[in-house]
């Protein structure tokens, strides 16, 4: 076994291991603590994809995140309400909202990407920027949604012969979730498209003049990103009973590029340990201070400075890049 799978392995199985853990030591808690790092990777990763491979740094991701959570809040809003959305009735099942969200972010972000992508460096970032601000506006604006209040969930979604209301089942719902993106992710990026994805990213000029198209590829990846943030999005909503259009704002997208370049961008695995320390970092700090970002700017630094694959380079060493 290689280095990196041995990190890999590790991971996943203290992640498996964490509510038996939890319960051994009599504190509940770090179920929930646990079940923040998996939804939150799952975003990372998907950022991870157009970000560590495809050099498209998108300050837009929040924006999918916070439609998959609104997504889950507003079917369930007028459920609540007995009324109809668009003239459908609506629907519990996880089955049904959880694609729904994925498919909502997946077309957003397929118009956000198309308009974007026509730019590079700085325009691309502010344009995602700018998305993700209108959208967080509107969702302000949405009163009968809650406006600056967002909207309460009164329940979980339901999935056949499982109670996501117990914490542990929702826990163990959310890492199946997180282990299959992470499989496709990888099978992606190990494709010829994510070859060419990568290729462009290395040399431009030299993928288009071989006769690939850049705007095809990196749009494609453009919106996979998305649905996958806009199931994170659906989950989190899920797991908080709660959305709101902070899960839309930037400081959300900041807090998702903090995560890849604590794991490591361009890893896959890495920024689901940068969420893990992110995450972690927040709950230690904040015990001391209220200005906690203090504390992680310096820390961000210094990763950068030492570890330029981040957390997971560094444990897995030269094995980690992909």
């Given at each position: 076994?290689?280095?990196k799978?041995?990190?890999?392995?590790?991971?996943?199985?203290?992640?498996l291991?964490?509510?038996?853990?939890?319960?051994?030591?009599?504190?509940?808690?770090?179920?929930?603590?646990?079940?923040?790092?998996?939804?939150?990777?799952?975003?990372?990763?998907?950022?991870?994809?157009?970000?560590?491979y495809g050099?498209?740094?998108?300050?837009?991701?929040?924006a999918f995140?916070?439609l998959?959570?609104?997504v889950?809040?507003?079917?369930?809003?007028?459920?609540?309400?007995?009324?109809?959305?668009?003239?459908?009735?609506?629907?519990e099942?996880?089955l049904?909202?959880?694609p729904?969200?994925?498919?909502?972010?997946?077309?957003?972000?397929?118009?956000?990407?198309?308009?974007?992508?026509?730019?590079?460096?700085i325009?691309?970032?502010?344009i995602?920027?700018?998305?993700a601000?209108?959208?967080?506006f509107?969702?302000?604006?949405?009163?009968?949604?809650?406006?600056?209040?967002?909207l309460?969930?009164?329940?979980?979604?339901?999935?056949?012969?499982?109670?996501?209301?117990?914490?542990?089942?929702?826990?163990?719902?959310?890492?199946?979730?997180?282990?299959?993106?992470?499989?496709?992710?990888?099978?992606i990026?190990?494709?010829?498209?994510?070859?060419?994805?990568?290729?462009?990213?290395?040399?431009?000029?030299?993928?288009?003049?071989?006769?690939?198209?850049?705007?095809?590829?990196?749009?494609?990846?453009?919106?996979?990103?998305?649905?996958?943030?806009?199931l994170?999005?659906?989950?989190?909503?899920?797991?908080?009973?709660?959305?709101?259009?902070?899960?839309?704002?930037?400081?959300?997208?900041?807090?998702?590029?903090?995560?890849?370049?604590?794991g490591?961008?361009?890893?896959?695995?890495g920024?689901?340990?940068?969420?893990?320390?992110?995450?972690?970092?927040?709950?230690?700090?904040?015990?001391?201070?209220?200005n906690?970002?203090?504390?992680?700017?310096?820390?961000?630094?210094?990763?950068?400075?030492?570890?330029?694959?981040?957390?997971?380079?560094?444990?897995?060493?030269?094995?980690?890049?992909d």
């Amino acid at each position: 076994m290689t280095r990196k799978s041995l990190v890999v392995a590790l991971m996943f199985a203290v992640l498996l291991c964490m509510p038996p853990i939890a319960y051994g030591v009599g504190n509940s808690f770090l179920i929930n603590l646990v079940t923040q790092f998996v939804i939150y990777a799952i975003a990372a990763v998907s950022l991870d994809l157009v970000l560590g491979y495809g050099a498209m740094v998108s300050f837009g991701h929040a924006a999918f995140f916070g439609l998959g959570g609104y997504v889950v809040a507003i079917v369930a809003f007028h459920m609540d309400q007995g009324q109809t959305l668009l003239g459908w009735g609506g629907s519990e099942s996880a089955l049904v909202i959880w694609p729904l969200a994925m498919a909502v972010a997946a077309l957003v972000g397929l118009v956000m990407g198309f308009l974007s992508l026509r730019t590079s460096g700085i325009q691309f970032i502010m344009i995602t920027l700018a998305f993700a601000q209108m959208l967080y506006f509107v969702l302000i604006g949405l009163v009968v949604y809650g406006g600056d209040d967002g909207l309460s969930v009164t329940a979980r979604n339901v999935l056949p012969g499982l109670d996501l209301g117990d914490s542990t089942v929702f826990y163990y719902v959310c890492l199946a979730l997180m282990a299959a993106w992470v499989w496709l992710c990888r099978r992606i990026v190990g494709s010829p498209f994510g070859m060419t994805l990568r290729g462009f990213k290395q040399n431009e000029r030299r993928s288009i003049n071989l006769g690939y198209a850049p705007l095809r590829y990196r749009l494609s990846a453009f919106v996979i990103s998305a649905a996958g943030t806009g199931l994170a999005g659906a989950l989190w909503a899920n797991y908080a009973l709660y959305a709101s259009p902070d899960m839309a704002g930037w400081t959300k997208s900041g807090e998702f590029m903090a995560m890849i370049v604590l794991g490591g961008m361009g890893t896959i695995f890495g920024p689901i340990l940068g969420a893990a320390a992110y995450l972690g970092l927040e709950q230690v700090l904040t015990a001391w201070t209220e200005n906690w970002l203090l504390f992680l700017g310096p820390i961000l630094i210094l990763v950068v400075l030492f570890s330029k694959r981040g957390i997971f380079g560094w444990l897995a060493g030269s094995e980690s890049h992909d």
